[in-house]
T-cell receptor
Framework: DAGVIQSPRHEVTEMGQEVTLRCKPISGHDYLFWYRQTMMRGLELLIYFNNNVPIDDSGMPEDRFSAKMPNASFSTLKIQPSEPRDSAVYFC?????????????FGQGTRLTVV | KQEVTQIPAALSVPEGENLVLNCSFTDSAIYNLQWFRQDPGKGLTSLLLIQSSQREQTSGRLNASLDKSSGRSTLYIAASQPGDSATYLCAPNNNDMRFGAGTRLTVKP
């Protein structure tokens, strides 16, 4: 497997524009996580899905953020409208089930800059 | 909500030293705990996964221990090398997976 794939790797956008980040989890993994990483706040869990269903979105900072998982092989994180304080690295991770063998794997991240 | 603390925040050691990184967590009802390393500007790389039923897990020069009841895990690195320089993060696994702030390790040649 190619691992968790995120796109784009880098995104520069103007304040007020819509931004969509994409993630393809590892095939067969049924949990998907979205994180945001900044120097000030570290690695924050934004939302996670199980079997394509959002389980906990309490980490989503505001209504400007939304996430979807239309099928087992694709998820999006959307920011609309974007603001400079959204600048961060956004990571996606996936894992299989709970119990034995539930090692989580991360994508390479999307570095978002909002100017 | 699970809260994770890692001590020390930063550590600088000469090459060859053995060292211990500490991780504590508030909710002991975990399935397992995973240790990662992150190099500057890169993603997270999994180092070790230790199941809740295990006390220790080893991979090469790395050894992770878990005391689930007390909410603690340690990562032991033997004979440290400059290539070990990175930030080390732990993540206890409930249904979600939350992280501490990490320990930034520098190994000097």
């Amino acid at each position: 497997d190619a691992g968790v794939i995120q796109s784009p790797r880098h995104e520069v956008t103007e304040m007020g524009q819509e931004v969509t980040l994409r993630c393809k989890p590892i095939s067969g993994h049924d949990y998907l996580f979205w994180y945001r990483q900044t120097m000030m706040r570290g690695l924050e869990l934004l939302i996670y899905f199980n079997n394509n269903v959002p389980i906990d979105d309490s980490g989503m900072p505001e209504d400007r953020f939304s996430a979807k998982m239309p099928n087992a092989s694709f998820s999006t994180l959307k920011i609309q409208p974007s603001e400079p304080r959204d600048s961060a690295v956004y990571f996606c991770a996936s894992k299989k089930g709970q119990g034995i063998g539930t090692e989580a794997f991360f994508g390479q991240g999307t570095r978002l800059t909002v100017v | 909500k699970q809260e994770v603390t890692q001590i020390p925040a930063a550590l600088s050691v000469p090459e060859g030293e053995n060292l211990v990184l500490n991780c504590s967590f508030t909710d002991s009802a975990i399935y397992n705990l995973q240790w990662f390393r992150q190099d500057p500007g890169k993603g997270l790389t999994s180092l070790l996964l230790i199941q809740s039923s295990q006390r220790e897990q080893t991979s090469g020069r790395l050894n992770a221990s878990l005391d689930k009841s007390s909410g603690r895990s340690t990562l032991y690195i033997a004979a440290s090398q400059p290539g070990d320089s990175a930030t080390y993060l732990c993540a206890p696994n409930n249904n979600d997976m939350r992280f501490g702030a990490g320990t930034r390790l520098t190994v000097k040649p």
